[in-house]
């Protein structure tokens, strides 16, 4: 899959599953469960154990369909590197990594950098960052896109962190291209409510799609 297609599935969605979890299995399950619910984003943090092993099994599940599957919490190059190797259609980073870019950019895989700073999307759009993560979204909220945009109307930007039901059309109608929501979806996992997972991804999803209804 291309790099276009794999950019345009997760805007098109607009929601990205940010799976952290205690066990491949529960990773596992946890994506399952996102997908089932419509989130056509999930992003397997390298905190996982096992990460590389959940990315690979993923990928063979839901090649043949509209689900892209990448890797987060991606530090460097190498990183980012045995994540590509074991079918990771875009990497995630709570920062920006100059070679990391440079590497993405060589293999065609789109990469989210965090940035907090106009500084820091400044450099990373430079090196063709194709989706700024803007991290930790509840640092700052909402009304900080706007303000982003003002002197970067061109940036493409995703918050992951502080996103919820409750906030969620905010961040789109104010100019999001995705969200990026882990902790707020996924809780249920610890009680092993998988179908509350699927639940909170089907409303997240439809969100967006209000959100940007009302953007129209």
């Not at 259609?89 to 100059?98: M, Y």
């Not at 409750?166 to 109608?173: D, L, P, T």
């Amino acid at each position: 899959m291309n790099k276009l297609n794999v950019l345009s599935r997760i805007t098109d969605c607009g929601v990205v599953a940010v799976v952290r979890a205690d066990s491949k299995e529960e990773a596992i399950k946890i994506s399952a469960a996102c997908v089932k619910g419509g989130i056509l984003g999930i992003e397997v943090t390298f905190t996982v154990d096992s990460a590389v092993e959940v990315i690979k099994g993923l990928a063979a599940t839901y090649q043949d369909s509209d689900v892209v599957i990448g890797a987060g919490t991606v530090l460097d190059a190498a990183t980012a590197r045995i994540a590509i190797l074991a079918g990771a259609q875009f990497v995630v980073s709570p920062c920006f990594d100059e070679e990391t870019a440079k590497l993405c950019n060589l293999y065609q895989i789109p990469y989210m950098a965090g940035c907090m700073t106009i500084t820091e999307m400044k450099c990373a759009l430079e090196a063709g960052v194709d989706i700024i993560k803007l991290f930790p979204g509840n640092a700052f909220g909402p009304d900080i896109v706007k303000a982003v945009k003002a002197p970067l109307p061109q940036v493409n930007l995703m918050p992951t962190g502080g996103v919820s039901l409750e906030n969620v059309h905010q961040w789109i109608q104010n100019g999001c291209v995705a969200v990026g929501v882990g902790g707020n979806l996924i809780a249920p996992a610890k009680t092993g409510d998988y179908e509350k997972i699927t639940d909170f991804a089907v409303q997240y999803v439809e969100k967006v799609k209000e959100a940007r209804r009302k953007n129209l």
